[in-house]
């Protein structure tokens, strides 16, 4: 077994746990939502918030710093498919300084002193609707790991453009809002 290959297994490891692992928690908050169970979707949260500086970032970081050694010594910053893997970690990670943590230290502080509202749901619905967002953009980033496009791979890339505007269309198209169910 050579360095390159311990690097690339420590590269996918790490996105592995980071992707996945907030994949399960945004599933969990789906699934709440749709049940219309305003605590298991707040607990959801309030795990994503834990995890946010404990797990989720530094995973995300030892993908990012893994990556940058297969490239600075074997790969090479020069093919198309590395410039989207960055361009998408950047999307992503900034989501995740700039939307999550800040959402999520003002929800913690809003249940505190409020206990749960509908301006703490609203927020709550926000923070959901980023969320799909931004696994259409980890989504664009496994396919361009996987599939490695170049200029020449239109229909890949265009079908990338396309999970994205997806993304978009899913997160900022409609207005969903945390209702209690009937039952």
Same mark, same amino acid.
Not at 146 to 164: C, E, Q, S, W, Y
């Given at each position: 077994?050579?360095?390159?290959? *311990?690097?690339?297994?420590?590269?996918?490891?790490?996105?592995?746990?980071?992707? #996945?692992?907030?994949?399960? +928690?945004?599933?969990?908050?789906?699934?709440?939502? $749709?049940?219309?169970?305003?605590?298991?979707?707040?607990?959801? !949260?309030?795990?994503?918030?834990? &995890?946010?500086?404990?797990?989720? %970032?530094? !995973?995300?970081? &030892?993908? &990012?710093?893994?990556? +940058? *050694?297969?490239?600075?010594?074997? /790969? #090479?910053?020069?093919? +198309?498919?590395? =410039?989207?893997?960055? *361009? #998408?970690?950047? %999307?992503?990670?900034?989501? #995740?300084? +700039?939307?999550?943590?800040?959402?999520? @230290? $003002?929800?913690?502080? !809003?249940?505190? $002193?409020?206990?749960?509202?509908? @301006?703490? &749901?609203?927020? =709550?619905?926000?923070? !959901?609707?980023? @969320?799909?967002?931004?696994? %259409?953009?980890?989504?664009?980033?496994? %396919?361009?790991? /996987?599939?490695?496009?170049?200029?020449?791979d239109i229909g890949t890339l265009a079908g990338m453009v396309m999970v994205v505007a997806l993304g978009v269309a899913l997160a900022f198209g409609g207005r969903r809002q945390m209702a209690p169910s009937a039952a």
């Amino acid at each position: 077994m050579d360095w390159y290959s *311990v690097v690339k297994f420590l590269h996918v490891v790490s996105a592995t746990l980071w992707v #996945g692992g907030g994949f399960v +928690l945004f599933l969990l908050g789906v699934i709440a939502e $749709r049940a219309g169970n305003i605590e298991e979707k707040l607990q959801a !949260m309030r795990a994503t918030g834990k &995890l946010g500086d404990r797990f989720f %970032a530094p !995973m995300s970081m &030892l993908t &990012l710093i893994f990556g +940058l *050694v297969m490239c600075g010594f074997w /790969v #090479g910053f020069s093919e +198309l498919w590395i =410039g989207i893997g960055l *361009v #998408g970690y950047a %999307a992503t990670f900034s989501i #995740g300084m +700039l939307v999550f943590k800040p959402t999520g @230290a $003002r929800m913690g502080a !809003m249940i505190a $002193r409020e206990g749960v509202t509908p @301006a703490v &749901l609203a927020v =709550g619905q926000r923070m !959901m609707c980023w @969320a799909r967002f931004d696994y %259409a953009v980890m989504l664009v980033i496994i %396919a361009d790991m /996987v599939l490695k496009p170049t200029l020449h791979d239109i229909g890949t890339l265009a079908g990338m453009v396309m999970v994205v505007a997806l993304g978009v269309a899913l997160a900022f198209g409609g207005r969903r809002q945390m209702a209690p169910s009937a039952a």
